[in-house]
């Protein structure tokens, strides 16, 4: 087969591309080697479009144990010989073709990158996105990628323990699927990613290898088209209990200290295993493919190299520890065989049936290596002048604000998630402490300390399409927010930020503003970058998704006990507001699905303002001067004040402000805004210590009615109905006739 | 009294019952491999515990294979000696398929997979708040087996309402009757779909699952 630019093309690598490989090879590849450069430098793998802004995000400091990008994922100390690790990842691509398979593997791939660290997974969580719920397609995505994240986690045995799901157009070819886990590891048991020692043995452990998922990782660096259900063999499909017994298994293996280093096989399988192992170790390795398990019969070498089948793991392990690996993976029933050994020659050489079939130098393929960097060009999105263009004269305040709100709370994006989180197993590992006593962000409790892991995922979208710069900066401050109200003290980020085509320059310039806004807001809340994914290309021919850069946050709490939740305690607590409530309408709810205005500017946003409002927050907390906290976010002041009512089936008697419109003092979104309960004895002391941190007092928890300045809405257990079951009447319909399938 | 928990390849609740027994009734538990098959260790006053989970993937019908393993093989003697056994969700499972306990337990009625709390009450109308977590649950028998367990007070837990009301509502999965849990006629071996290891340290803000645990272990004869 002669190799020209053309079968370089249709492996979705450009024309200077190849070029290039022909200069480091200095020859021109053969079919395998051209299919290691395409997986490897595709956008998923060598983030050729994003690195260079990448780099300019906070990436160490903290309680950073290894610098970002360096291991599969960020590791950092939380005291008492213990660390955390955890990732936020996308499967997008995949779960826009085959929602099930795609949001299955999605959560399995991010539980291995955890485990392969040596930490035990405790706690996933997801961020969704899909276009309108009214939409058949949308019923069909959300109800399979819900079946696909329960399928994978409940069985897999790690609660799913947070998340966030919107729904908007933008995203109606586009879904995105965003899984996060986190781990906890005891320091000594950590493993790297790398290969070092000449003639150590390199280890294939898992499942077998079929032809699932080949050219996964370039199928993903691509926009959305009709013809992407052909692609449909580059879904990857999951083995839960497979990768049960490899979580179990490699923890197991990783106390024999017999582990020189281990990785996940996830995009691009073998081949970027095998590269990135040894160009972190500065060696080389000798792979005979024949080696590999696999499931099929006659597997050419360059599909045993790209093949993305789940659960399977690439070991280097001291010579000679071979039968205590062997013994290990034999107990848990899973394949486990020595397919090669580390040179030192910096070269990959796969064999098949003792043919060379590919020489390529591990480094040449890899990330801050050989693999290519662009910068490319942006400029500012034309629909930014609708945005400056709105004017908030032009709406009027609605006579009936009580109609507003019924639909306020019944807006999918906002109403109760109850028929999608009640089929996740949320409480295995009995260590989730927010099934009895909701928080903000969900506090997990790390087994024997006092201490608990505080985490949340946040983003909306909206607000970074109107402003990428600000927008960003919001969804790091919302994260944070979350985390204080909940009693914890931010650690650190993990980010997964779905983009659409980066050669968009519109695109791209979201994508820079968002990278600088996020950077900032991190340096400020010091919580480092530790780590993410990329994903490019949420794009189809109508055009790109919202700018959609999801923040995965951490938090430490030191003492379960000083834990905050979000729902009121008692009637006659004095209800409230810290933080200045202003005039705002920007990108809220109300004004894009109530009232159809599609461009606005985002809330006005000031860093050091909710900096400081953190701060203090926490502070009140420690000090036990505040019975509940809960942010405000979409939907506004009403739609906090209603969630924190729900919990115990209590009402609020509040008070608007003259000065600012009902409307926007309702239903506005103005960020850095917590409703907080206080007794109503320590009223005086709390106002005292808020010190130079705007609050207003809104008025007092009711034994269940809601008044708004003297006029009834009536009992929240309306209000908590209508925003109980806003979804589950979009979806029995689905899920009928997923039943009648079965039968 | 000690405990042995089984340990299937793809348990998942395993440890959960371990911490539960351990650290928060105070009990001796000792982890059984499903490979092996020695119970000597273990008397008739002690109980084995089979835990929730994915037993061996669940592909095929919910343990439908874990009843061959060869750990089953001495758990069913024991039971068959008087011996304590408790299943819990997946254990109740493969207590049915192994035949020690009557009826099946089938796919929820919604299709769906549920994790939330729901309120049980046993004969004595106590309301516990306990959480469940599967995919198939649904208790079936036939009229005569079902009359049969009311008959023989082997029915130990229903779903219920908090004020105890047994009403379809209140039921998480379509399961007749509301069974929740049952037991055998000798009342030594039980079955439960709900989770009251999950229920029984004060850091979750739930311990009903204590007095489930009591109630079934250490009351002087259980409540029937």
């Known amino acids: ?743 | 009294m000690k405990f042995g928990v089984v340990v299937f390849p793809g348990s998942n609740c395993d440890r959960d019952m371990q911490d539960a027994l351990e650290q928060d009734l105070g009990q001796k538990v000792l982890m059984l491999w499903h490979k092996d098959k020695d119970l000597s260790m273990f008397s008739t006053d002690d109980c084995i515990v089979l835990p929730g989970g994915f037993s061996y993937g669940d592909y095929l019908r919910c343990g439908a294979i874990a009843r061959f393993s060869p750990m089953m093989q001495s758990v069913i003697e024991f039971a068959q000696n008087g011996g304590k056994v408790l299943g819990i969700c997946n254990g109740f499972q493969i207590l049915c398929e192994s035949g020690l306990l009557p009826g099946a337990l089938l796919r929820n009625s919604h299709q769906q997979f549920a994790c939330k709390n729901v309120f049980l009450k046993d004969a004595r109308n106590e309301v516990y708040k306990i959480p469940v977590a599967h995919g198939e649950g649904r208790y079936f028998a036939t009229e005569d087996i079902l009359n049969g367990l009311e008959e023989n007070h082997q029915i130990l837990y229903l779903y219920c309402d908090e004020s105890g009301h047994v009403t379809e509502a209140a039921n998480p999965n379509g399961s007749m009757r509301n069974i929740a849990g049952i037991c055998n006629t000798e009342r030594n071996i039980y079955g439960l779909m709900p989770h009251p290891e999950r229920a029984c340290s004060s850091i979750l803000g739930n311990v009903d699952g204590r007095k489930i645990m009591h109630q079934l272990f250490f009351a002087e004869s259980l409540v029937s």
């Open chain 1, 1 to 743: 087969m002669e190799i020209t630019v053309d079968t370089a093309k249709q492996l979705r690598l450009t024309a200077d591309e190849f070029e290039v490989i022909k200069k480091k090879l200095k020859r021109t590849p053969n079919f395998t080697e051209l299919c290691a450069f395409s997986a490897m430098w595709s956008e998923h793998c060598s983030y050729k479009n994003s690195i260079k802004w990448l780099k300019t995000l906070p990436r160490e400091g903290g309680r950073m144990l290894v610098k970002a990008g360096e291991e599969n994922a960020g590791l950092m100390d939380i005291g008492d010989g213990l660390g955390v690790v955890f990732k936020i990842e996308s499967h997008n691509h995949p779960s826009a073709i085959e929602p099930f398979q795609g949001a299955a593997t999605g959560v399995g791939g991010i539980h291995r990158d955890i485990f392969t660290m040596g930490a035990r997974p405790v706690a996933a969580l997801n961020s969704l996105r899909f276009g309108r719920l009214e939409e058949d397609k949308t019923q069909h995505l959300l109800s399979g990628v819900v079946h696909g994240i329960g399928h994978y986690g409940n069985c897999f045995g790690v609660p799913t323990v947070g998340g966030e799901v919107y729904f908007d157009e933008c995203y109606h070819t586009n879904p995105l699927v965003n899984a996060m886990s986190v781990g906890i590891v005891k320091a000594g048991e950590t493993v790297s990613a790398t290969a070092e020692g000449e003639g150590n043995p390199v280890m294939f452990v898992g499942s077998a290898t079929g032809k699932d998922g080949i050219g996964g990782a370039s199928f993903a660096s691509a926009d959305i088209t009709a013809e992407s259900a052909e692609e449909l063999p580059a879904v990857q499909v999951g083995d839960p209990f497979q990768e049960k017994k490899l979580l179990e298994a490699c923890l197991e293996v990783i106390k024999t200290k017999a582990i020189v280093g281990m990785q996940d096989m996830g995009a691009a399988g073998i081949i970027c295993s095998t590269a990135e192992m040894s160009a972190k170790g500065g060696v080389g390795m000798r792979i005979d493919l024949d080696k590999v398990p696999a499931r099929q019969q006659d597997m050419k070498a360059w599909e045993l190299l790209l093949s993305e089948s789940q659960e399977r793991m690439l070991m280097v392990v001291q010579k000679g520890k071979e039968d205590v690996v062997k013994q290990i993976f034999d107990k848990w029933d899973l394949p486990c065989e020595v397919i090669g050994k580390v040179t030192t020659d910096g070269l990959l050489h796969f064999y098949m049936h003792g043919n060379l079939e590919a020489l390529i130098p591990a480094e040449e393929l890899v990330l801050g290596g050989g693999a290519p960097q662009y910068d490319r060009e942006y400029n500012e999105p034309t629909y930014f002048e609708s945005i400056r263009n709105f004017n908030p004269a032009s709406i009027k305040v609605p006579a009936n604000l009580k109609a507003v709100a019924e639909k306020i709370i019944a807006l999918p994006s906002i109403a109760n998630k109850r028929w999608i989180y009640n089929q996740y197993d949320s409480m295995v590992g009995i260590a989730n402490t927010s099934t009895n006593n909701p928080s903000d962000a969900a506090v997990i409790h790390v087994k024997g300390t006092p201490k608990g892991l505080v985490v949340t995922t946040d983003c909306n979208s909206r607000y970074v399409y109107s402003d990428p710069y600000k927008g960003a900066m919001m969804a790091v401050s919302e994260a944070a927010r979350n985390i204080v109200c909940s009693g914890g003290e931010p650690l650190g980020v993990t980010n997964c930020l779905n983009f659409g085509n980066p050669y968009d320059p519109e695109v791209y310039f979201q994508f820079v503003n968002a990278i600088k806004g996020m950077g900032e807001a991190c340096v400020k809340f010091n919580t480092p970058v530790t780590g993410g994914n990329v994903s490019f290309y949420n794009q189809n021919p109508d055009g790109p998704v919202y700018p959609t850069p999801t923040i995965g946050m951490v938090g430490l709490l030191e003492d379960l006990n000083q834990r905050m939740t979000l729902g009121f305690k008692n009637e006659e607590d004095v209800i409230y507001v810290l933080g200045e409530i202003n005039e705002d309408l920007g990108s809220s709810e109300y004004l894009y699905s109530i009232l159809h205005v599609k461009h606005s500017p985002a809330p006005r946003f000031n860093l050091d303002a909710e900096f400081s409002l953190q701060q203090k927050l926490i502070s009140m907390i420690r000090d036990r001067k505040v019975l509940s906290a809960h942010d405000t976010s979409e939907g506004g002041l009403f739609v906090a004040l209603c969630e924190s009512g729900f919990v115990e089936g209590l009402g609020f008697d509040i008070k608007t402000a003259d000065h600012i419109r009902k409307d926007a003092f309702l239903f506005g979104e103005a960020p850095s805004r917590v409703v907080i309960s206080v007794e109503a004895g320590n009223t005086v002391e709390f106002e005292k210590l808020s010190g130079n941190i705007p609050f207003t007092r809104l008025g007092v928890v009711t034994s269940g009615d809601i008044i708004i300045d003297g006029e009834s809405w009536g009992d929240v257990n309306e209000w908590k109905d209508r925003y109980d079951t806003a979804i589950e009447r979009f979806l029995d319909k689905e899920e009928a006739g997923a039943a009648l399938q079965t039968i």
